[in-house]
T-cell receptor, first 110, second 113 residues
C-alpha cells in the first residue's frame, strides 16, 4: 500500500460544477495535510493546508479531513477552465517527512 | 519580490558529465529541499537542509550531492553516478522543517543526451 494514494484521473467536470478530489493515506499518526496545484510544465503551488478534522474553506476551495477514515479531500466549487491542472496531495506522515501522492489530473470542460 | 530562483530552466548533459543546478531564495527560510519529479510519479525527496552547513539525505540521494554554505543558496549537483538523471528538478523552501507548507522554484528540466 502506498503511503499517499490518489486517483490519477483525468477527472473531467463541466465548467461551473463541483470538482471533488480525494486522497487516502496509510499512516494513522499523520497530523498535517496539504493540497498543491501544478499546471502542466510548472512547479507546484500550495493552495490549502488542513490540520484538524472537518472542513476548511478558502474561497472556492474546501479541504475536508477525516482522520478516522484516513482521507483528505479537496472540493472546488464553480470550477473554471483555469482550474485545469494536476492536484497533488501531501501528507506529513511523521515529523520531518512529507510524502506526496502522484496527483490527480483535473480537466474542466468549458 | 520574495521567492525562489532556480537556474538553468533547461539543461542538456552528455552521459558521464556532472551538472550543478542552482537554487537561491530570498524568503529568509531556514529549510530548503530538492525534489525530483518523473512522469506519473509523485515528488521524491533528494536532499534537504534545515540550517546552514547541514543537510540530510532524502529517499533518493544516490548520485546527487548538495551544499549549504549560505542560508540563501542550496545547489544540487547531479553526478555521473546517477543512472537515470533525466527529470524535472524542483527546489523548495519552508520557514521550518516541521511544516509541509513549501514554496517551490520554477524547476529545472535536465535531459541527458
Amino acid at each position: 500500500q502506498k503511503e499517499v494514494e490518489q486517483n490519477s484521473g483525468p477527472l473531467s467536470v463541466p465548467e461551473g460544477a463541483i470538482a471533488s478530489l480525494n486522497c487516502t493515506y496509510s499512516d494513522r499518526v499523520s497530523q498535517s495535510f496539504f493540497w498543491y496545484r501544478q499546471y502542466s510544465g510548472k512547479s507546484p503551488e500550495l493552495i490549502m493546508s488542513i490540520y484538524s478534522n472537518g472542513d476548511k474553506e478558502d474561497g472556492r476551495f474546501t479541504a475536508q479531513l477525516n482522520k478516522a477514515s484516513q482521507y483528505v479531500s479537496l472540493l472546488i466549487r464553480d470550477s473554471q477552465p483555469s482550474d485545469s491542472a494536476t492536484y497533488l496531495c501531501a501528507v506529513n506522515i511523521q515529523t520531518n517527512k512529507l510524502i506526496f501522492g502522484t496527483g490527480t489530473l483535473l480537466a474542466v470542460q468549458p | 519580490d520574495g521567492g525562489i530562483t532556480q537556474s538553468p530552466k533547461y539543461l542538456f548533459r552528455k552521459e558521464g558529465q556532472n551538472v550543478t543546478l542552482s537554487c537561491e531564495q530570498n524568503l529568509n527560510h531556514d529549510a530548503m529541499y530538492w525534489y525530483r519529479q518523473d512522469p506519473g510519479q509523485g515528488l521524491r525527496l533528494i536532499y534537504y537542509s534545515q540550517i546552514v552547513n547541514d543537510f540530510q539525505k532524502g529517499d533518493i540521494a544516490e548520485g546527487y550531492s548538495v551544499s549549504r554554505e549560505k542560508k540563501e543558496s542550496f545547489p544540487l549537483t547531479v553526478t555521473s553516478a546517477q543512472k537515470n538523471p533525466t527529470a524535472f528538478y524542483l527546489c523548495a523552501s519552508s520557514a521550518d522543517r516541521n511544516t509541509g507548507e513549501l514554496f517551490f522554484g520554477e524547476g529545472s528540466r535536465l535531459t541527458v543526451l
